[in-house]
Each structure stands twice: as structure tokens, then as C-alpha cells.
């Protein structure tokens, strides 16, 4: 894989641009090897989500992670060079400001943080300050549905639009996010048949998590794909492996080497010239080293 033809970058234009198909696959990242592992497998985006306060951090929501934090992690993805968009995500209190505000700081998340996109939560709702950071130019992508920062809002992490009328709402609230002009927009946690209709109405492309088969693109949260915790998974994940039963086994092994003296051996050692280390040893006091040559 390394040696590999490297990919054409991908752009929120070309994003825009897979309306239809092929699917458009997105997986989060938080840090540079995530990001080096999410680029190698062919993500198309790499959104560095503010779900890295639940598995990076270990906070029970996304509301504790602020501006900085996601300046910090979005910035170690950047560094990673990725093919794929890295789609950054605007924190909660971030946008839910005037739009002058919203827009400085969607622009320090592409100026510090070397966002090529931001995420924003909401629909009708955003849409002045969504507009806002359109006008300066940096792409939108749109997240409705199950949006997890409104968590105390709606109740609790809830299944959203099941109702007809609440559906009907979203359907709109995604009309009004294509019409402002987002090149794309996450649907989550929302019947199959809502994100069916809004993928249908819609000209830009959706990636549902928890939405179904229906949308144009899927993304999950790389810790919950990979299985490096041992938390609540949502019935829509699907786990891919279980990395941190094998790092517990490796780190296991090592610990295991150290108890038994079996690690490091010679060739995982440094060693200095036999002159070197007679020298040193006949100036030093004498001692079991010194016995030992
Ligand atoms: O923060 C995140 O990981 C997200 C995805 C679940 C879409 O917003």
C-alpha cells in the first residue's frame, strides 16, 4: 500500500460532484496515525469530529470539547497530508453565536486548525451563520438529524424525525441547507425512509450514519469500526475488527518479555566499541560491570 500511485486530492467540489454515486466513504480521525491509517484505506473525507470528546478524551458528551481542542486535533490530521478532504467540526458554542463571531472562528479552524471544510450542526435554524462562513469562502457541509450537541435539547441521543410532521421538518431543514449552498450534508440517526426522501430531494450529496442504505456516502467513528473500546456501540455500527483486544494482547506480551528479562535482546541493543568500553571501565570504580569483562 505504501508504494501505492498516491490518489487525486479530494475537494469539496468533487464531493459536491459525487451526487449519484460512487458512495462517498467518510471516517473520523483525530490525530496524525489515524489520519495516515483513514487516508491509506481510501476515505474520501476524514472529519475530525467532535465524538474525539467521547473516544479521545473520555468526556460522556461533545459539549466539553472547545475551539482549541478541535484547532489541536484538526492540525495534527492536516499534518498527516491527506488525499482526502479533512472536513473540520465546529464545536458546540463555536457557531451558536453571532455570525461575525462564527465565521472568525470557523476561520481559525482553517487557518490554525488547516481545515479544508467545516461541519456544522442544524438546519433553518443555522442558516445565517452557515451563510456567514459560506461567504468567506470556506465549505459547509450541513449535519441534521440525530445532532449530537443538542443532546440536553432533544432529551437525550434519540432517533430523530419518526413523527411525520418532525420528518417533514428535517426534509425541509435539508432543502434549506442545499439552497444555502453546503456541498454536502451528514445525515444521522434518522429513519431509513427520511434519509431516503432527502437524498432524493436534495442536489447535494448525503452520508448517513444511522440513516440507512439510502444516502449517497456512510461515515462512523474510526474507535467504534476498529473496536478500540469496549463502550456502548449504537445498533448502526458495524465493528471491523477489534484492535483493542490485540493491543492488550501485544502490550501483554511485552510486559510479559520485561518480567522474564527476554526483552531487549542484543540486536534490540546499543553497543560501543570493546576499546571504548575498556577505557570507560578501567576509569570508572570498580564494580559488578567491570567483573564482567
Ligand atoms: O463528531 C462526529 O464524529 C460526527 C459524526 C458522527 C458524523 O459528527
Redesign the pocket.
Known amino acids: 500500500m505504501e508504494n501505492a500511485t498516491p490518489r487525486k486530492k479530494v475537494t469539496a467540489p468533487s464531493i459536491l460532484a459525487a451526487k449519484g454515486g460512487p458512495k462517498i466513504k467518510m471516517v ?1 480521525a483525530y490525530d496524525y496515525p489515524t489520519a495516515v491509517i483513514a487516508d491509506r484505506a481510501g476515505a474520501d473525507i476524514i ?1 475530525v ?4 470528546a467521547n473516544v479521545v478524551l473520555g468526556h460522556d458528551d ?1 459539549l466539553s470539547v472547545d475551539l482549541d481542542v478541535m484547532i489541536h486535533h484538526t492540525a495534527a490530521v492536516s499534518r498527516a497530508n491527506p488525499a482526502a478532504l479533512v472536513l473540520g ?1 465546529m464545536p458546540w458554542l463555536s457557531y451558536h453565536v453571532s455570525t461575525a463571531d462564527a465565521v472568525a472562528n470557523a476561520g481559525r479552524m482553517v487557518r490554525k486548525g488547516g481545515a479544508e471544510a467545516l ?1 456544522v ?1 442544524g438546519g433553518r435554524k443555522r442558516l445565517d451563520v452557515i451563510k456567514g462562513i459560506l461567504d468567506a469562502e470556506i465549505p459547509v457541509m450541513g ?1 441534521l438529524g440525530l445532532t ?1 450537541q443538542s443532546v440536553h435539547a432533544m432529551g437525550g441521543y434519540k432517533v430523530q424525525g419518526k413523527a411525520t410532521e418532525a420528518a417533514r421538518d428535517l426534509i425541509r431543514d435539508a432543502i434549506a441547507l442545499a439552497d444555502a449552498g453546503v456541498f454536502a450534508m ?1 445525515l ?1 440517526g434518522v429513519p431509513s425512509l427520511v434519509a431516503e426522501i432527502i437524498t432524493k430531494e436534495v442536489s447535494v450529496p448525503t452520508v448517513g ?1 444511522g440513516a440507512g442504505s439510502h444516502t449517497d456516502g456512510q ?3 474510526f474507535h467504534d469500526v476498529l473496536g478500540l473500546h469496549d463502550g456502548h456501540l449504537p445498533k448502526f455500527v458495524r465493528q471491523y475488527a477489534r484492535l483493542q483486544d490485540g493491543a492488550i494482547d501485544a502490550l501483554s506480551e511485552f510486559f510479559a518479555d520485561v518480567e522474564k528479562g527476554t526483552f531487549p535482546l542484543d540486536d534490540e541493543t546499543y553497543s560501543m566499541s570493546e576499546e571504548a568500553a575498556r577505557a570507560l571501565l578501567r576509569d570508572e570504580p570498580r564494580g559488578d560491570a567491570f567483573d564482567a569483562f
Not at 469530529?49 to 474525539?52: A, H
Open positions: 473520523t472529519l469530529g467532535d465524538s474525539l461533545t467540526d461541519k450542526e449535519h449530537p451528514v444521522e450514519i461515515v462512523l467513528v
